[in-house]
């Protein structure tokens, strides 16, 4: 079966960091852009970072750019996010997407990330 599967996630304290990350099985990136997405308790799902994996451009959201770094292994079809001086409003469930932008071909089932104050 063709999935992403996101992995890494847990508890971490404030100002701590984590890597997350978001596999493709079954299938290759074959030039798509990958995003991450993330869904914090009663808020919409927002768009954080995004990677191409043709040329390995990226896209952050202000909100995480400086302390949040989005990579990409092709040859393990895997993309990472690393997170830095997490914050407890980064607690929130991740997805990973293929392609970035609507219409999506794959999501993740998601992780959960906690950060404690």
């Known amino acids: 079966e063709a999935q992403l599967v996101e992995s890494g996630g847990g508890l971490v304290q404030a100002g701590g960091s984590m890597r997350i990350s978001c596999a493709a099985s079954?299938?290759?990136?074959?030039?798509?852009?990958i995003g991450w997405y993330r869904q914090a308790p009663g808020k919409e799902r927002e768009a954080i970072s995004c990677?191409?994996?043709?040329?390995?451009?990226?896209y952050y959201d202000r909100s995480v750019k400086g302390r949040f770094t989005i990579s990409i292994d092709n040859s393990k079809n895997t993309v990472y996010l690393q997170m830095n001086s997490l914050k407890p409003e980064d607690t929130a469930v991740y997805y990973c997407?293929?392609?970035?932008?609507?219409?999506?071909?794959?999501w993740g089932q998601g992780t959960q990330v906690t950060v404690s104050s």
């Open positions: 997407s293929l392609p970035c932008v609507a219409p999506y071909e794959y």
């Open positions: 079954g299938f290759t990136f074959d030039d798509h852009a």
């Open positions: 990677i191409s994996s043709a040329n390995g451009d990226t």
